[in-house]
Structures are given as structure tokens and as C-alpha cells.
């Protein structure tokens, strides 16, 4: 499944490939977010030609709207959203706690009210992964719980067990799931489709470290660190990968989940983090904020009125060959949906671009200098920068 190319000689950056059944990923990679089956703002031709190589789409939310029925009829997910490439489906655990309100945990499963139309439903390992063959996708999450931050020391040491718990329930029932028809061909699920494995344990050390070796001890296809950009601050998140990396098997592909800001990329590349998935690219696109090498640009803002440079004079994206900052300006400011599918766009073209510098200088043995590099000119906000 993954093969490690190469391993920079300066820093903990790894270059390799991610073999699937719709194709192989060049690592490191990040996923644009496609909650309901579609990247918002853009459609998958959109994707290819901006050269994206897979996308995240949420078991959760799909299992709602449109329903599991809906795609098994269209032939998976693949077929109904007309995506060729590879999928990554993330089971919903961090919908049970971003919906904390709406649902009731037990080592069971997760009981929770739609959010929809208020109508109850009952989620267990078995039950996600039930979906997730439905769904065919290329990458499968498991059930898991997330811990807030904060929290106490009890409630993340029972999240984590109940993560493991579900994992080697979820493990267990994968490996005996039966052939499936889809697309009038029979697959065998443990071919067709990877099983990740979640590491919990929020803040604290010990918890993190028992979780790895537990999972790691249950045997998956990859790992992934969970729990993470849930409000705490960026260096305890950094801490916590510290803690979790080093216990990794190297010949396995290694997720830092829900992290995406591009300097937090940049630096934990540096970590050895394999993948990443963001909505920030289209998030920032539909507020009218474009990503630059310098930092984010809020393109909205007065001071772009009769800016006729591109958003990012370093791109050589469609939209930044053709249209310009006060065009863009005014498109948002008018509410045309254009302008914010403009920056959407680019804001996704800007990480295909970076994840391709970053193997680039992986490539070369100089990715402590890239890094270095894109940190100095990075800023949080490019309009401050501007001004100084």
C-alpha cells in the first residue's frame, strides 16, 4: 500500500507513494474537505485540472443526506460524484463531538439526533464500516471518540479506551466482511478498500503513547493522529505529535487529522506527517479571503478596490493569470457567487502547489531550507504584513 521513496537527510520528512484501487497518491498530500460529496465551489473536473490528488468526503453526514440507498444505486461514491481519483472517508467520530448536543455515547455505540431533521439513529464500528463498504472508498476511519480541550484526565483516558475498544471491534468485523457487489463486479473489501487506525488520548502524554501502542499493536493499513484542532493551542497539538511519531512504524502512512493552516503543514512535514485534510481552502474562499505565500489576504477588504494585481503574483493558476484583486474585490462585495468560487479555486490550487514544492524539496535533500524559508515569509495575516 505505501512505499517509502525517500527521507530527507536534515529534518523527519518523508517522500513516498500511496498505492489504491483509483490510483497512487504522491505523499506528503492533502485532502480537500467534501463533506456532502462535493469540494464547495468546485466540481471534480475542477479538481483534476488543478491537480488534486484525492479528496475527504464524511460517512456521516452522506449516511443523512442523500442516503447510503442513493449511492449504493449510483454504484459508490465514486460514480455518483463522477470522482476517479481516491477517497478518503472520515467515519463522523468527530461529529459526535462537534454534536455533542445532539447525541448519547456508550461503549456500544453512539446514539444521536439528526441534526437534519431531528430523527434518531444508532452508530456502532460495525454500523460505520457497513456505510463505508457502501460508500467504496479508498481509505476508511473508524468509529472513535474525540476528547474536548480542555478536559479532565478521566474523561480523555475513557475516550481513548472506548477508540481502542472500537478499533479492534472495527478491525475484527472488517476482516471478515463478505465479498460486495458494485459496479456488477464482486470486491473483496480487505483489497479494495484501507482500515486507519486512531490514536486518542487529548493532552496528556501517557494517555497518547498508550493509545499509539494499543492501536498500533490491533494492526492497520495507517495511523492517524486524532483528537487535534479542537481548540487547543498550536503547540500543545505540535507536543502531542511529538509524543505520537516517534512510536510509528515507518512503513506505514501517518495522518494528522483535521490540521491545515499551511505553515502548520509546512512544519509538521518536517515531523514526518504523511497526509493532511483542510476545508480551510474553501472555507477562507466563501468568507473572500485568498491564501498567498506571504499569509492569508482578506480580499474583501477596502484597500483591494482598484488593486489590479492578481491575488498571488507567484500563481499560475487560471484565476490568477486572468483576473484581478479589484475584479475579484468587487464580485464579492456585489454577492456574486463567482468571486468566492474564484478564491475557492486558487485557495485549493495554492496547497496542490505548496504539497508539490514540499515533495520537491523532499526530492532534493533541502526541505529543512524550504521550511525555513516559507516560515519567514509566511504570515497569519497578509494585510498586516502588507502594511509594516
Known amino acids: 500500500m505505501f512505499s517509502l521513496i525517500k527521507s530527507d537527510s536534515q529534518t523527519k520528512a518523508r517522500l513516498g507513494t500511496l498505492n489504491t484501487s483509483h490510483g497512487t497518491v504522491e505523499t506528503p498530500f492533502f485532502m480537500p474537505v467534501g463533506t456532502y460529496a462535493a469540494v464547495k465551489g468546485l466540481c471534480s473536473e475542477d479538481l483534476v485540472e488543478i491537480g488534486n490528488q484525492i479528496v475527504l468526503s464524511n460517512t456521516y453526514h452522506l449516511y443523512l443526506r442523500p442516503g447510503v440507498e442513493v449511492i449504493e444505486k449510483a454504484g459508490g461514491l465514486h460514480n455518483f460524484m463522477r470522482w476517479e481519483k481516491p477517497i478518503l472517508t472520515d467515519s463522523g467520530g468527530y461529529q459526535v463531538f462537534s454534536l455533542a448536543k445532539l447525541r448519547k455515547i456508550s461503549d456500544e455505540g453512539v446514539e444521536f439526533q439528526s441534526h437534519v431533521d431531528g430523527s434518531l439513529h444508532f452508530f456502532t464500528p460495525e454500523k460505520v464500516l457497513k456505510i463505508e463498504k457502501v460508500l467504496a472508498s479508498d481509505i476508511m476511519m473508524p468509529l472513535d471518540e474525540c476528547a474536548p480541550f480542555p478536559c479532565e484526565y478521566k474523561q480523555a483516558e475513557k475516550a481513548a479506551k472506548r477508540t481502542t475498544a472500537w478499533a479492534k471491534r472495527s478491525k475484527e468485523y472488517w476482516g471478515h466482511v463478505p465479498e460486495f457487489k458494485i459496479e456488477n463486479r464482486y470486491v473483496s473489501p480487505d483489497k479494495k478498500q484501507y482500515l486507519f487506525g486512531i490514536i486518542q488520548g487529548s493532552h496528556y502524554r501517557d494517555l497518547r503513547e498508550q493509545s499509539a501502542k494499543k492501536i498500533i499493536d490491533i494492526g492497520f493499513d495507517g495511523y492517524a493522529v486524532g483528537g487535534v484542532s479542537v481548540g487547543e493551542p498550536v503547540e500543545i497539538m505540535f507536543e502531542t505529535l511529538s509524543w505520537v511519531l516517534p512510536l510509528l512504524p515507518a512503513e506505514k502512512p501517518r495522518y494528522f487529522m483535521g490540521i491545515g493552516l499551511p505553515d502548520q503543514i509546512v512544519r509538521a512535514v518536517g515531523e514526518g506527517v504523511d497526509m493532511f485534510d483542510t476545508c480551510i481552502p474553501t472555507r477562507y474562499g466563501r468568507h473572500g479571503t485568498a491564501l498567498t505565500k506571504e499569509g492569508k489576504m482578506v480580499v474583501r477588504n477596502g484597500e483591494f478596490v482598484k488593486d ?81
Open 308 to 388: 489590479n494585481a492578481p491575488l498571488d503574483k507567484d500563481c499560475d493558476c487560471f484565476v490568477c493569470r486572468r483576473y484581478s484583486r479589484s475584479y475579484i474585490r468587487h464580485l464579492i462585495n456585489t454577492g456574486e457567487m463567482l468571486g468566492l468560487r474564484f478564491i475557492s479555486y486558487h485557495n485549493v490550487y495554492f496547497y496542490v502547489r505548496l504539497m508539490r514544492q514540499i515533495r520537491e524539496a523532499i526530492r532534493q535533500d533541502r526541505y529543512a531550507e524550504f521550511q525555513k524559508e516559507f516560515l519567514k515569509d509566511y504570515s497569519a495575516d497578509y494585510n498586516e504584513t502588507a502594511k509594516r
